[in-house]
């Protein structure tokens, strides 16, 4: 079992910034891919950002390259989310969740929720326009 706790949420205006950070417990962190999903009002869970193992390959969705970063600490248990250029649209609770499945880099599999194994309890972001 993995235990997630995102935090880092708010209130900001557009074009700010922020960071989320998601912190695990349990089993070994580095035996996990990461990923970042994000749920808006009315809308399906949408993929966000991935990290794979050891930190050295990352993906995104369309909608928010370049202006976010997913980074991981394998020592802290950490995952982070550092959110730049912030939009209305970016509104959302947000998501970490960890898969320990070999096909999370199948057939683009990161991206689907269901890959995942354990998810946090979310966090709240509300850009203002």
């Known amino acids: 079992q993995v235990q997630l706790v995102e935090s880092g949420g708010g209130l900001v205006q557009a074009g700010g910034s922020l960071r989320l950070s998601c912190a695990a417990s349990?089993?070994?962190?580095?035996?996990?891919?990461m990923g970042w999903f994000r749920q808006a009002p009315g809308k399906e869970r949408e993929f966000v950002a991935n990290?794979?193992?050891?930190?050295?390959?990352?993906y995104y969705a369309d909608s928010v390259k370049g202006r976010f970063t997913i980074s991981r600490d394998n020592a802290k248990n950490t995952v982070y989310l550092q959110m730049n250029s912030l939009k209305p649209e970016d509104t959302a609770i947000y998501y970490c969740?960890?898969?320990?499945?070999?096909?999370?880099?199948?057939?683009?599999?990161?991206?689907?929720?269901?890959?995942?194994?354990?998810w946090g309890q979310g966090t709240r972001i509300t850009v203002s326009s």
């Open positions: 969740a960890a898969s320990q499945s070999f096909r999370t880099y199948l057939s683009g599999n990161y991206k689907l929720a269901p890959t995942y194994d354990y």
């Open positions: 349990g089993r070994t962190f580095s035996s996990y891919a």
């Open positions: 990290i794979n193992r050891n930190g050295g390959s990352t």
